[in-house]
């Protein structure tokens, strides 16, 4: 992302000594721009509401599988979508913002496992700002191909995405190159006059070893204006609470839950590389795979440097559709 | 509920993209490798592959009473979707009731469960902790000839 260098403090924010008169002054001036402006909390449930009625809709739908996803949110591992397997997530991530308002940023994602050794994912973004508005933020197109056929001490799998989004957008899915806070702090209307057209290449590194899982994610990002090379890094390690299954169906069973952390960050751009004006991110992660096919996961990120945002809480939750391929073969008249 | 910054060509732009999402994952899903299940299954042949030092590994939970029965559980839950509930395969799977599969090595199983089958459609597994893909090994060498139903 190359985000305009924070200059003006949030026309709506919360700064300090900010009066709700001038809140209130302020938003006729808005209005004329066309920016349709709600009561954030309302905002924000209607958007959970959303994205838990596609979920309930979709809930009755498909054969019994249970997946066993890894935790992270940022990181990936080197595992794939199973063949002809849908996998439909939803992701929300609340962020503290220091000289702006905090916000609620979310995304949808529907990931397909096309073979064995690809899977394609489709992700629509969307953010709401406290106090200012919500708004659609863009979309990506990923492709991740295993690059070996059989397990080795470390499995490469090559990432490799096209995204379209506004400067607005606020999802943090990775974060890159000189991204920082400040980035985020002014207003809507403002940060959606960018528009980014990126290519984001990923070599995913992981190795599983006595129930743990390493992950290593090196990221390289072109904007495919004229601006310099990014780069970014995602790592993670995870673990089961228990490596063996125990014979009982259950919710609660230990082996139900992985739990992790994972740590990602800026890393400069091909002029000034390094760590310099970067924002780090730690994050101590949880899933909880439930046998009904569903995950959840949460995650709660803390700034590692006063470039980062405090504090970003993330959670989500998936839903896998065994078939999935199989039933669109049907529509299409494939035989069974 | 209209939510700013989706204007027009945007829309049509999202439209289009999934539209293409979705001519692709057709499209794959009618080019997908289709074992027989029934016969023999060129799946088969990987297990001929299997390096012989994980061939001779033993299984480490053969005598767990529990293993079994978790592995049953995890094996409906991961694999029965492509191999059937039986186990006696289906279109995306072969039978792993089959004699090939039944007179392999529990290492043999263990291994080709851990690496998976890639270039056949068939998923590494080895994000299954160790002891459960053992599990699932255990499962599966109970099977036997048994007719499917009889578990």
Partial sequence: MNHA??????QLGRAPGRSPIRRQALLPQLAARGIRRFHATGGIIRNVCLGFAVFACALSWCPRSFAQESPYIVTYDHYLEEPGSLDVEYYSTFGTQRAGNDFHAYWIEFEYGATAWWTTELYFDGQTTFGDSSLFTGFRWENRFRLLQREHFINPVLYV???QTSGADKILKEVEGHDVESDYGEPNATL???HDHEMEFKLLLSRNTHGWNFAVNPIMTKNLSNDPWEFGYGMGASRPLALKASAQRCNLCPENFVAGVEMYGGLGDRYHSGLHNTSQYIAPVLAWNLPSDWTFRLSTGFGLNDNSHRFLLRWGVSREFPGFGQAIERLFGGKR | MKIAGLRRPAASTLAAVFALFLCVAVALTQTQTVPVPSGHNP???ELEKVPEKARSRPNPLERDPDAPVAGKKLFEDHCAECHGDAAAGRKRGPGLRAEEVQQSSPGALFWILTNGVVRHGMPV???????????IVTYLK??????????
């Fill in chain 2, 125 to 135: 597994w080895s994000k299954l902790p160790e002891p459960q893909r053992w599990q």
């Fill in chain 2, 43 to 45: 799946v088969y042949d």
């Fill in chain 1, 192 to 194: 959606s006059k960018e």
């Fill in chain 1, 161 to 163: 995405e096209y995204e």
């Fill in chain 2, 142 to 151: 109970t099977l036997g000839s048994a007719p499917p139903g009889a578990h």
């Fill in chain 1, 5 to 10: 260098v924070f200059a003006n403090q949030s």
